[in-house]
C-alpha cells in the first residue's frame, strides 16, 4: 500500500514537474542565495539560509527524481557514454533530462563553493568588495570565481594554504 502510494505520488509529481518547470524553479531559486551571500554575507539570516544544506539539499531532491525519470525511461545507462569522448558528453547532452540534472549538479556545486567564500572570507577578514566580487564571478563561471578568491585570500591572508 505504502509503495502504491509512493509511485501514485511521483507519476503525479512527473507529470507537473516538466524539465522545462524544475530549469526555471532551480535558475531563480538560487538567486536569492547568492543575492544575500554577495550582499548580506554576514547576517544571520544568510547564515542560516544561504550557507547551510538548504538549496544543495533542495537541487539534490530535484536531482534524485530527474535520475528516477531517466530511470522510468530506461535511459539509465546512458550516462556512461560521458567517459567515450567528447562526442559520447555530446549524446549525453543530447537528452534534456541528462542536462538538466548536470546543470542542477553545477548550480549546486557553485552555491556550495559560494557559501564557502562567504564563510572564508569572513574569518579571514577579507574585505566584503572583494568576496563580493569573487562571488559574482563563481555565480557566473564556477572555478574561476574559487581561483580569483584563492588569490585574494592569498594576498589577504599572506600565506598559501591547500588544505582547508
Known sequence: ??????????ETLTLNLTNE??????????????????????VRFTKILAQSVIAPLLLGISYAFLSYKIYLEGNIFDGFQLYQGLDGLYTVFSNETFLLIFWLHFLSLSLFIGSW?????????????????????TYFTGPIG??????LRIFFARKINFNE
Do not use: K
Not at 146 to 151: E, M, N, P
Open 21 to 42: 518547470n524544475i530549469y526555471m524553479f532551480a535558475n531563480f531559486g538560487v538567486i536569492p542565495f547568492w543575492l544575500l551571500l554577495i550582499f548580506l554575507p554576514s
Open 117 to 137: 567564500i562567504a564563510r572564508d572570507s569572513e574569518r579571514h577578514m577579507i574585505p566584503q568588495i572583494f568576496s563580493a566580487i569573487s562571488l559574482a564571478i
Open 1 to 10: 500500500m505504502f509503495i502504491y502510494y509512493i509511485h501514485s505520488m511521483i
Open 146 to 151: 574559487l581561483i580569483f578568491y584563492w588569490i
